[in-house]
């Protein structure tokens, strides 16, 4: 059976104001969910991480590239189309914050009853109440706070009113953007352990952004690393974590904060900041001048994404699952920690 | 519809000035219907024998210069001067908002053409661009309510913009997307609806300001004209009068004027909090 999300040399480069320029947000990234897998999206700030969200929820238009979801190519349906078009209700979206997710006007009956309304069949539209109670159950939220504006409620019942509405047209991928990173670390919990729930019980494949790297190799099955708009390094999560190939994914894990201290790996500091989105010269790798390993191939030559030894586990570094990396900053390296596979 | 009276009755409550203000509109809802009923003698008959008296127990208010009841000729005129306010402004709340939601939404051109059309109108000294427009389309109550509507326009319209133009990227309008809104409706059921707190206390001010500029018009001799019973022309005939002592020709209906000036700028507040959920406890 194909993927259920199959995304092939995906771009997105908006217009530098007042010339010619672009910026190159999302630069030819593929990658493909499977039915029912988690797959995790990491990098840092400006990385394109919202970018490639909101071109997989179809809010954003692709300058280039496909996105075929269950057999169709829905890049291609314009903006307007695709809000009636069968696939809007199978790609939802939970957001990061919350308080900002919510209409102000709109208790959170009329929140979770909105997809309902517009998308929903004739027979949930006919039940509205009852649909709208069931879901209120299904996330945890006390039906009696249903008559409730979005000001009335907690941060953790702010976002289980966004996980009820994302989930009432049971789709099949939902794409979660930092669905935690605006809350208490209490509520995190909570709120996780409901959508892991959520997944097992409704069968959702789900796309996972985060900061949090504990996070996200405890609740995915697959990550993707991205770093200026590319994927660096991508495979299964326990494979990516314990063997990072990729200096940046090195440098991320470095930085994830150890339970026990004496297992703690060195830190990988990254100097310098990152290379400009506008234009980057397409023969640069992208990491070149914050990389430890960075050398004179690496302006000369982008590295793609190559396979190294585990099935599924892919990085875009020249050096990456070399055996004896280059001389110049491979102690850097070393004192990481990591073995010298 | 109880929660809303609920909360109305809240707002009133933990608000003195505003249920102040209430009530004066109120009483002058209540005047405009009922005014000429009121009114104890014909507003407009007049009686020469009568001319220029003080106010006394058969004329509250005093008499003008051709003996007519300036009592009843303030109560008469609340009618008009609300009328041509309430209809400027809801004209011009209605296109102006309905112009910068459009503007601060969809940007690109319409946002160009909206920003000079509107930067246009606000280049003139308003008042003399309201004098131009009844002066050139004739002096009539519709053309009065016309140049209101016009002068105001901009306020509204760059409120508008301003308003929908912060919301336009939030979380809330992308998950309205996500649930099947086309833009239109997102425009209007989901951004602008949010507008409504400011754009109240902005209608609200603003209806001082159009009964102002109203009786200014007539004050000039360019609005309603006489003998109709209409405070800004009552002001400006009893302007005259005020250096040889009769000044209760023009005070009182300078009062009523100030008061619906009063009442309405008061009134802003208060309106925001009833249709602001966010006030809602």
Request: glycine fraction near 8%; proline fraction near 7%; include cysteine.
């Amino acid at each position: 059976m194909s993927a259920l999300l199959d995304v092939r040399a995906l771009t997105k480069r908006f217009p530098v104001r007042g010339s010619e320029r672009r910026v190159h947000a999302v630069d030819d990234v593929s990658f493909t969910i499977e039915r029912g897998e988690s797959v995790g999206l990491v990098g840092e700030s400006g990385c394109g991480k919202s970018t490639l969200v909101r071109l997989v929820t179809r809010l954003l238009d692709p300058s280039d590239g496909r996105i075929v979801f269950a057999g169709r190519d829905v890049g291609v349906i314009p903006p307007a189309q695709f809000t009636h078009a069968p696939e809007r209700r199978l790609i939802q979206m939970v957001f990061q914050d919350p308080a900002d997710s919510l209409n102000p006007r709109f208790t959170a009956f009329d929140t979770i009853a909105e997809p309902l309304r517009r998308l929903g069949t004739p027979a949930q539209r006919a039940a509205l109440a009852d649909h709208v109670a069931e879901l209120a159950d299904l996330v945890g939220l006390p039906r009696e706070l249903l008559g409730r504006f979005p000001h009335q409620l907690s941060g953790g019942q702010q976002q289980r009113v966004g996980i009820a509405r994302a989930i009432a047209l049971r789709p099949r991928l939902l794409v979660l953007d930092e669905p935690t990173s605006a809350l208490d670390v209490s509520v995190q919990a909570t709120i996780l352990h409901l959508l892991a729930e959520l997944r097992d019980r409704l069968g959702m494949s789900y796309l996972f952004v985060s900061h949090d790297l504990n996070l996200v190799r405890l609740l995915t099955d697959r990550v993707l690393v991205m770093y200026l708009g590319k994927i660096v390094e991508s495979g299964r999560s326990e494979e990516v974590f314990d063997r990072p190939a990729h200096p940046y994914t090195r440098a991320l894990m470095s930085a994830v904060p150890a339970p026990d201290p004496a297992a703690r790996r060195a830190r990988i500091a990254l100097v310098g900041e990152p290379r400009s989105p506008i234009d980057p010269p397409p023969t640069v790798c992208r990491f070149h001048g914050r990389c430890p390993d960075g050398v004179e191939r690496c302006t000369r030559e982008m590295p793609v994404l190559r396979p190294g030894p585990a099935a599924d586990h892919l990085a875009a570094c020249h050096f990456g699952f070399a055996v004896g990396a280059p001389a110049q900053g491979s102690g850097a390296r070393r004192s990481g920690g990591e073995p010298a596979a | 519809m109880s929660a809303l009276l609920r909360h109305g009755r809240y707002v009133l409550g933990e608000n003195p000035v505003t249920a102040v203000a209430f009530g004066l509109f109120v009483v002058l809802i209540l005047l405009a219907l009922v005014g000429p009923s009121l009114a104890p003698h014909d507003p407009l008959a007049s009686d020469t024998a009568r001319k220029l008296e003080p106010p006394s127990a058969r004329y509250w208010f005093g008499t003008d210069q051709v003996g007519r009841d300036i009592l009843s000729r303030v109560l008469v005129a609340t009618r008009l001067d609300l009328a041509i306010s309430l209809s400027a402004v809801t004209l011009s709340f209605v296109v102006g908002s309905g112009l910068g939601a459009s503007a601060g939404f969809f940007g690109g051109w319409t946002d160009r053409i909206v920003t000079r059309v509107t930067d246009t109108i606000m280049a003139f000294p308003l008042f003399v661009l309201a004098m131009a427009i009844v002066a050139a389309l004739g002096n009539t109550l519709a053309n009065i309510v016309y140049a209101t509507a016009i002068i105001n326009l901009p306020f509204y319209a760059r409120m508008a913009r301003a308003e929908v133009n912060v919301r336009r990227e939030a979380g809330f309008v992308e998950a309205a997307r996500l649930s099947g809104n086309g833009s239109a409706r997102i425009l209007t059921v989901h951004v602008f609806p949010n507008c409504l707190p400011p754009m109240m206390v902005q209608a609200s001010l603003n209806l001082g300001w159009a009964i102002l500029n109203a009786a200014g018009l007539s004050f000039i001799g360019l609005g309603v004209r006489p003998p109709t019973p209409e405070w800004g022309i009552m002001v400006a005939e009893g302007a005259a009068f005020i250096v040889s002592g009769e000044w209760w020709i023009a005070l009182f209906p300078g009062l009523a004027l100030m008061l619906a000036v009063f009442c309405f700028n008061l009134l802003g507040d208060g309106l925001r909090d009833l249709i602001d959920p966010r006030r809602r406890t």
